[in-house]
């Protein structure tokens, strides 16, 4: 057996805290040397032994065409050959910004950045620029990126390391968060009838995501655009996760509800830093120069990411692609309650679009309190099985999973007959 994943991983950590550039790639939450890749295509992705693997990870959720689509590929040479940056206005940001709307009915406007957490950021100071009011909910478990009024009791990686608010963010910062829980809806009419003149807005996931997968309960998001309006604060659906993923109107389209703002990233990219924050035109005049909330970008609107991102829509649009990745996606989780159970283990898994979620338990979680109460041994003992074998799950009981276009019925086998062996060691 090669040793040159533990040796990348022992020589990274010299230079690199941990080893890695974002946390959860350090694989503490479920132990041992991540293996360090090399090269991906389609639904596989190749470490640095040559080892093989099928992958749900999809890097976080960017890659819903599935890994160096040819499409995306060629487009991101086309670019690149003809330049890599301007810092000046390019004639394909406007197509990507076309599509965004045109795709997303909500979005009358929108700004281009380089990450989710950009996104959420300029969103949230202009909830706060629209309103002239400071608060802002969300709630328990959502991640929004790690900006600092975001980083109190946030998901994703915060959560998997036990430290959701994040040291290094003053309290008087953190004083004008809100926290809640997400699908109490009960919380959140008390939260407005309390403090609605200062709530600048509300921050939701309309499916939580990073707190493994958590749909909202009927009504819970309905709540929260009534609320909002009632109480003339707006409403920001973080869509970076589900956008063009939950459907390709993003969960909005699909849970029928029309945000005032939402933030975009990962399939907007395709794979390349892109970040958006878009909606409705009243609120995005707010933004330089047109209004006097800042925000802007060396790198913004590259042209080589929005390439990606073009050419990624442009497959994510397809006829038929949604039902089809969507249809794939139910085959493997309906596939591995199945396994679980003839291997006698307390198990649930669902899913929503190509996203979905895996539970050591013996229903859907639907608040942060039931995700808590997963069995997170078991499922470190699962995810280290199933890597043995070749899949690639995220290395986090707290992470949904992502299905591409290039997963077919043979990915799914072998995922499976996987599973069947990796239940019975969990
Ligand atoms: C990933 C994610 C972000 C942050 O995006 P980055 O590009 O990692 O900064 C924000 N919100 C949600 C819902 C996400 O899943």
Redesign the pocket.
């Known amino acids: 057996m090669s040793q040159r994943n533990q040796d990348l991983f022992e020589r990274a950590q010299l230079r690199i805290p941990a080893g890695v550039n974002?946390p959860v790639r350090a694989f503490r939450a479920v132990g041992g040397a991540p293996p360090f890749m090399e090269r991906a295509s389609g639904a596989h992705v190749w470490d640095a032994e040559g080892r093989r693997y099928i992958d749900y990870l999809g890097s976080?959720?960017p890659m819903v065409a599935g890994h160096t689509h040819p499409a995306v590929v060629e487009a991101v040479q086309a670019a690149a050959a003809k330049a890599l940056s301007f810092g000046a206005p390019t004639e394909t940001e406007i197509e990507l910004a076309e599509a965004i709307c045109r795709l997303v009915p909500s979005i009358e406007r929108v700004r281009l950045g380089?990450?989710?957490?950009?996104?959420?950021m300029t969103a949230i100071r202009l909830a706060r620029g629209f309103t002239g009011r400071s608060l802002i909910v969300k709630f328990e478990g959502?991640?929004?990126?790690?900006a600092d009024s975001l980083l109190v009791k946030a998901g994703?990686g915060a959560l998997t390391f036990g430290n959701p608010s994040s040291a290094g963010v003053p309290p008087e910062t953190a004083a004008h968060t809100l926290v809640l829980d997400f699908n109490d809806l009960a919380q959140v009419e008390k939260t407005f009838a309390a403090r609605g003149a200062e709530i600048a807005g509300v921050i939701v996931?309309p499916v939580a995501?990073?707190m493994n997968l958590v749909l909202p309960k009927p009504g819970f998001l309905e709540a929260l655009r009534a609320q909002c309006s009632t109480h003339g604060a707006v409403l920001i659906l973080?869509?970076?996760?589900?956008g063009f993923r939950v459907a390709l109107g993003g969960a909005q389209a699909r849970l029928g509800i029309r945000p005032d703002l939402t933030?975009l990233?990962?399939v907007i990219g395709g794979g390349l830093?892109v970040?958006a924050v878009g909606g409705r035109r009243d609120i995005m005049e707010k933004i330089a120069p047109l209004g006097p909330v800042y925000q802007a970008g060396t790198l913004s609107g590259n042209p080589v990411a929005v390439a990606a991102g073009l050419a990624t829509l442009k497959l994510v649009e397809a006829p038929g692609f949604q039902d089809r990745i969507e249809s794939t996606t139910r085959s493997l989780i309906q596939g591995l309650v199945a396994e679980a159970r003839k291997a006698n283990v307390t198990f649930s898994a669902q899913s929503i679009g190509s996203m979905f979620g895996v539970y050591f338990r013996a229903t859907p979680p639907t608040s942060f309190a039931e995700v808590m109460e997963c069995d997170k041994d078991r499922f470190n003992r699962f995810f280290h099985a199933m890597l043995e074998r070749g899949v690639y799950l995220a290395p986090s009981a707290y992470e949904a999973g992502f299905v591409s276009a290039a997963h077919g019925a043979a990915e799914i086998e072998d995922t499976l007959k996987a599973a069947a062996e990796a239940f019975r060691l969990a």
């Not at 380089?114 to 959420?120: D, L, Q, R």
């Not at 959502?142 to 790690?146: A, M, N, S």
């Open positions: 974002s976080w959720g380089s990450s989710g957490t950009e996104a959420t959502c991640y929004h990126g790690h994703s996931e995501g990073n973080d869509e970076v996760m589900t933030t990233g990962k830093p970040g």
